[in-house]
């Protein structure tokens, strides 16, 4: 099973993307499903969830800006992101998962964010 995002890209402040995340086996719509951010010199932070059922949760910083989403027959989920901030830069990884927050998962290699001031 692969997991891919895509989607990343450079752009000025105020802005707005639209990242995937793709995965190759229908285990996504039985799963939860997690974008994490992470930038340079920084851990992993969790910026939005989803459940398998749709509900979503979102960190203080985003909320808002950024909204996820998902396409269980497409086994693809989404972030939108708008009003894109420089703190927002870094690489975001989507992970699969059977819980938000709960052990193991499968994680993406990540697509690269870079907003400017």
């Known amino acids: 099973v692969q997991v891919v995002e895509s989607g990343g890209g450079f752009l000025q402040a105020g802005g707005s993307l639209r990242l995937s995340c793709t995965v190759s086996?229908?285990?996504?719509?039985?799963?939860?499903m997690g974008w994490y951010r992470q930038a340079p010199g920084t851990q992993r932070d969790l910026v939005a969830a989803?459940?398998?059922?749709?509900?979503?949760t979102y960190a203080d910083s985003v909320k808002g800006r950024f909204t996820i989403s998902r396409d269980n027959a497409k086994n693809t989920g989404y972030l939108q992101m708008n009003s894109l901030k420089p703190e927002d830069t870094g690489v975001y990884y989507c992970?699969?998962?059977?819980?938000?927050?709960?052990?193991?998962?499968?994680w993406g290699l990540g697509t690269q964010v870079t907003v400017s001031s």
């Open positions: 086996s229908s285990i996504f719509s039985v799963n939860a």
């Open positions: 989803i459940t398998r059922d749709g509900t979503t």
């Open positions: 992970k699969i998962v059977a819980s938000v927050g709960g052990p193991g998962g499968l």
